[in-house]
């Protein structure tokens, strides 16, 4: 069983920025792919973005590509999303998830565990 926490959300002016956290704990941490997704109110959870186990492979929606950054320190079990440049339509619960050996995916029914969410507001 792997917990997930995240952290860092809160309310930002367009062009700010932001850094979400995503503590993990339980099961080893550096096993895991970990990836970033959104739900904005009325729409259906998008994915963000993943990152591989050893931090050396990413890939970003192409909605946030060139704005967000995702990294991991297995040191500390925490990814993190720095989301530069935010736009209102970043507006959003962010969602930490962790996926068991599936490798770099976009796909949410490939996650095996679910962080409660952190909500992220823009205003224009």
């Known amino acids: 069983q792997v917990q997930l926490v995240e952290s860092g959300g809160g309310l930002v002016q367009a062009g700010g920025s932001l850094r979400l956290s995503c503590a993990a704990s339980?099961?080893?941490?550096?096993?895991?792919?970990m990836g970033w997704f959104r739900q904005a109110p009325g729409k259906e959870r998008e994915f963000v973005s993943v990152?591989?186990?050893?931090?050396?492979?990413?890939n970003y929606a192409d909605s946030v590509k060139g704005r967000f950054t995702i990294s991991r320190d297995n040191d500390k079990n925490t990814v993190y999303l720095q989301m530069n440049s935010l736009k209102p339509e970043d507006t959003a619960v962010y969602y930490c998830?962790?996926?068991?050996?599936?490798?770099?995916?976009?796909?949410?029914?490939?996650?095996?565990?679910w962080g409660q969410g952190t909500q992220v507001t823009v205003s224009s």
């Open positions: 998830a962790a996926s068991n050996g599936r490798g770099i995916t976009d796909v949410a029914d490939r996650y095996d565990y």
């Open positions: 339980g099961r080893t941490f550096s096993k895991f792919y």
């Open positions: 990152i591989n186990w050893s931090g050396g492979s990413t």
